[in-house]
């Protein structure tokens, strides 16, 4: 018996759920009641939230966008001017307006976002959404305040144009959204490409390619099925769809099975560009929950491929970078403030 699992599932969750509609705080606390480790709190906006906070000491709490008085993205502005952390998780409507929304609600420092609720709901539907909503509340509650990384402001320049390696692949899963941005501020364009795995589900990928366009020196975009690969430029695998490339350096997308229950699955790209490329591949894993990423790191290892990872202060879940070190397949282990000038080191100098 698991000893440590069982501990965690009775440990008591404070969840503070702030959300101006008392259906969905009521549609919430219904879909969560058959958890009895959760204890909730609610709040109808940001202004009300920032007082329980002080009452409560929440360990997650859930947010909507548009409130009165004080909405999400108002209230996450308030959390960083104030340094008050509580890990917190966005919901978000799938539409375009929300999408937008969403990124830059994980850029302000948001952890993790689910698709809302709505009436067209069926109940299967409810069911499975509050199974991910639990999973995703204890994966929530676990996270401590980040240790602050260094400025990100100085940009990174690259020292020569000689690249061995073919591509990057940069793997993310929970808290990714930041480290990327964080990330793609700072890295210069380079002669390679690069692809972009991070867990987000389908409507949310296309936003999230367009914000990191806006911040970052290389074109991004979302990654299409039979597009050449070109020199700087960074595709983002789409959500649902797992990527890989053929062996003339196209994207390849396909909806086959979940792999590690994800797609997209980092491991099925990593597989793909070892196929391609052997161990002419930079990976860089990131901070995020399970172990995606580690066969396909272990392969590209054995090939003779490179991979980063982010170390554990930094990490909003020190999972699947975890899995890489106790793997011993990594190379580097450094904060994600250090990780663009760690690529570049392995981009101008590969042994």
């Keep these: 018996m698991d000893l440590s699992k069982d501990c965690f599932e009775e440990r008591e969750i404070k969840l503070l759920l702030v959300d101006d509609s008392a259906f969905m705080r009521q549609l919430m606390k219904d879909l969560l009641s058959e958890y009895k480790n959760i204890k909730i709190e609610t709040a109808s906006n940001g202004k009300m939230a920032l007082q329980k906070i002080k009452e ?10 548009e409130m009165p008085i004080l909405n999400g993205l108002e209230f996450l502005e ?4 104030q340094n008050i952390f509580v890990p917190t998780m966005m919901l978000s409507k799938l539409t375009k307006k929300n999408s937008i929304i969403t990124m830059k609600a994980l850029e302000l420092g948001a952890i993790d976002f689910i698709q809302k609720p709505d009436s067209g709901f069926l109940a299967i539907e409810l069911n499975k959404f509050s199974q991910e909503l639990y999973e995703k509340i204890k994966i929530l509650s676990k996270i401590k305040k ?5 400025s990100l402001k100085e940009l990174v320049k690259m020292k020569s144009n000689f690249i061995i390696p073919k591509v990057i692949v940069i793997g993310a899963s929970t808290g990714g959204p930041r480290a990327l941005y964080d990330i793609f501020m700072r890295l210069p364009s380079v002669s390679i490409p690069i692809l972009v795995v991070q867990h ?3 409507g949310f990928t296309s936003s999230f390619a367009k914000r990191l366009n806006e911040i970052s020196l290389s074109e991004v975009k979302q990654a299409e099925d039979g597009e050449k690969m070109k020199p700087e430029t960074i595709y983002v695998a789409p959500g649902d ?6 062996n003339n350096g196209a994207i390849a997308l396909n909806q086959n099975q979940q792999v590690n229950r994800v797609r997209p699955s980092i ?3 990593l597989d793909s560009v070892a196929n391609t490329y052997g161990g002419r591949v930079l990976s860089v894993i990131l901070t995020g929950m399970g172990s995606d990423g580690k066969d396909g790191v272990a392969k590209l ?4 491929g490179k991979c980063i990872v982010q170390d554990e202060e930094s990490c909003a879940v020190f999972g699947m970078p975890k899995e890489i070190i106790e793997s011993n397949n990594a190379d580097s282990i450094v904060s994600i403030d250090k990780i663009p000038e760690e690529i570049v080191k392995y981009l101008t100098n590969w042994g």
Aim: charged letters at 25%; a neutral charge.
């Design 56 to 65: 409560l000491n929440p360990d997650v709490i859930t947010l909507d966008v």
């Design 78 to 81: 308030v959390m960083k001017e």
């Design 146 to 150: 980040p240790v602050k990384t260094s």
């Design 200 to 202: 987000m589900p389908p």
């Design 241 to 246: 769809f797992h990527m890989g490339i053929t």
């Design 267 to 269: 491991d099925v790209t």
């Design 301 to 304: 290892k054995k090939l003779g």
